[in-house]
């Protein structure tokens, strides 16, 4: 049964970008990934594609300043046949804190909403959120927001390592409970153990084949 599932085979950094002119000109489907501020996305990309230098971890919150492209390859094989799909993974800069002055944030913001409104290749947003804390006002702001694009969504609450499995049940019920979903659109995970990888890479391959 194994290898019916979906894994990440290869990924490389393709290209950053603050507006519409410098995304990748190719027409392939795109997965964001977009949170707080420190929560975790690089960390995430790396433990997806397996390649630890793929994507730049910083302890400086704010640190990720562009719209990041990586090109994601999909594989699995099932009686025989093999399939393959290549997507860009989009590293979106985080909200929340940054060191930086108000004019940026707001330049931010601004290519940040043009991106996600107005790309036609979108076909996944993954919010990712700490678990170690509750829901954050910003966390639900942006998840209203992409409701209201009508975006798919799926939350990655990371950095699952740090709690008890009891407090990780708990979190995840708190979660579930303030934006409503079921276990299909919300995941708990561990950059630091891998837990869920595979569980993670299905998900998000169900919204692109």
């Known amino acids: 049964m194994a290898g019916n599932q979906w894994d990440i085979i290869g990924a490389s950094y393709v290209a950053s970008a603050v507006k519409a002119t410098q995304y990748p000109q190719d027409t392939i489907d795109e997965v964001a990934f977009i949170g707080r501020s420190n929560v975790g996305k690089s960390s995430l990309l790396n433990s997806l594609a397996r390649r630890k230098g793929l994507a730049r971890v910083s302890s400086s919150p704010g640190k990720t300043q562009t719209i990041n492209f990586y090109s994601f390859q999909g594989k699995r094989t099932r009686e025989e046949q093999v399939d393959?799909?290549?997507?860009?993974?989009?590293?979106?800069?985080?909200?929340?804190?940054?060191?930086?002055?108000?004019?940026?944030?707001e330049q931010w913001s601004a290519f940040i909403c043009k991106y996600m409104e107005n790309s036609p290749y979108l076909?996944?947003?993954?919010?990712?959120?700490?678990?170690?804390?509750?829901?954050?006002?910003?966390?639900?702001?942006?998840?209203?927001?992409?409701?209201?694009?009508?975006?798919?969504?799926?939350?990655?609450?990371?950095?699952?390592?740090?709690?008890s499995r009891g407090a990780v049940a708990s979190q995840t019920a708190l979660y579930k409970k303030t934006f409503g979903l079921d276990d299909n659109r919300l995941i708990?995970?561990?950059?630091?153990?891998?837990?869920?990888?595979?569980?993670?890479?299905?998900?998000?391959?169900e919204y692109l084949v």
């Open 123 to 163: 076909k996944l947003v993954c919010v990712l959120m700490d678990i170690r804390h509750a829901p954050m006002d910003s966390d639900i702001d942006c998840y209203q927001w992409l409701l209201n694009l009508g975006l798919p969504i799926l939350i990655i609450l990371t950095k699952s390592d740090k709690l």
């Open 84 to 105: 393959r799909h290549t997507f860009y993974a989009v590293d979106l800069p985080g909200y929340g804190f940054a060191r930086t002055s108000k004019g940026n944030k």
């Open 188 to 205: 708990a995970y561990s950059s630091t153990n891998h837990n869920a990888r595979k569980d993670l890479i299905g998900r998000i391959m």
